[in-house]
């Protein structure tokens, strides 16, 4: 059984790797939610299930196909003790439900299947909900709104669809939200031996009725609707902008355009990924507010015209992806102050001329992208090690291939 004090949380689950400062994130939501001294984690325990709670839960489980019996453990009275379910050591309300499956398992497999049942209403005290990686039916439901305590809610690739409720807005004290309906199969080799990476999407989830409450979610530090439908002509920027916590934000895939604005309230942002969005721009002057970026993705979009010299001042900048984007001046110098760099695509673009001399200054490079531009030059003998695509092929060595 796994009990939780009022002021712990669950840790965060599982997040893919294609940003490292998401697994700083993780830690550091774990270390305030998840580890606290009052959190106890136990085989037994005095906590009493409330009696109202445990059947809402049986209910929501006899809606649900289970055929690798996930909730197997959901039997007895002691709902407290069942697998994904945590409950406050004071009183025994159900704080968490995290159906999130296990790694171990295939995760396209559909694992839970059915609607969501209304019955998990009675959950009045549930702060954690994780329904991610599942194959569950119907529209994301309205009742989702009701879960005022809530402060973490992932449905990536739930399976749900349909319109994002606005209800979402009452929930306050929101730190965590990811409505991701997509993932990027990363470096797919294509029948002419360039690398890239390949969008897929799941059921369809839009932004009908505009993004007016966000903005109400003062408290969100991550918010993620990659996949999900917001459409151009929706001002998300300024709704968004509302929100000064905000460490991560993931709108890949989403429909949208950016403003030509010069601020941003949003500046304690680490991470930002705007890719597959087609945008048609140079890179926005309200970007140097960013100064403490850790992960930049701009792929697969039509940003053109030359890096701005600020990028190079942002010293945390840990991953940066420019790839299939126009940009079309010499490879920028300013990137090789970047001390903490370990990840650089700009493949896919117009960058031209010699790569420059001091690139070996990027000491903690671990991928570096330069294929499919027009470069000429040695890549640092000290990376000879290293692997890195270069026009058509991958070569190993101090060589680059114009």
Known sequence: MICHDASSLACLPYSKMETSFLVIFTFLFLQRFGTSRNTMISTSSNVTSIERERLSLLVFKQSLADRFNLLS??????????????????????????????????TDANLLQGELSPSLQSLKHLRYLDLSMNGFSG????????????????????GLGG????????????????????????HIRYDNHRTGSRFVKFSKVSIMDGLGWVSSLSSLRHLDLSGVTIGKHIDWFHLVNMLPSLLTLNLAYSDIDIPSIKFVNFTSLNSLDLSG????????IWLSNLTGLMHFNLYSNDFHGKIPDFLGTFSALASIDLSSNS?????????CNLSSLVHLQLSRNMFSGPIPANLGLLSRIEDLYLNNNQLSGNIPMQWRSLRFPTGGSEVTGPKIIP
């Open 73 to 106: 453990t959901w039997t007895g009275v002691e709902c407290c003790e069942w697998q994904g379910v945590g409950c406050d050591c004071r009183n025994g309300h159900v704080v968490k439900l995290d159906l999130r499956p296990s790694t171990s398992l295939k």
């Open 139 to 158: 529209n994301i439901p309205e009742f989702l709104g009701s879960f005022e305590r809530l402060e973490y809610l992932n449905l990536s690739r739930s």
């Open 163 to 186: 319109v994002v409720p606005h209800h979402l807005g009452n929930l306050s004290r929101l730190q965590y939200l990811d409505l991701r309906n997509s993932f990027v199969l990363d």
């Open 277 to 284: 969005n087609g945008i048609s721009s140079t890179i926005p």
């Open 327 to 335: 940009f079309n001046a010499s490879m920028p110098d300013m990137l």
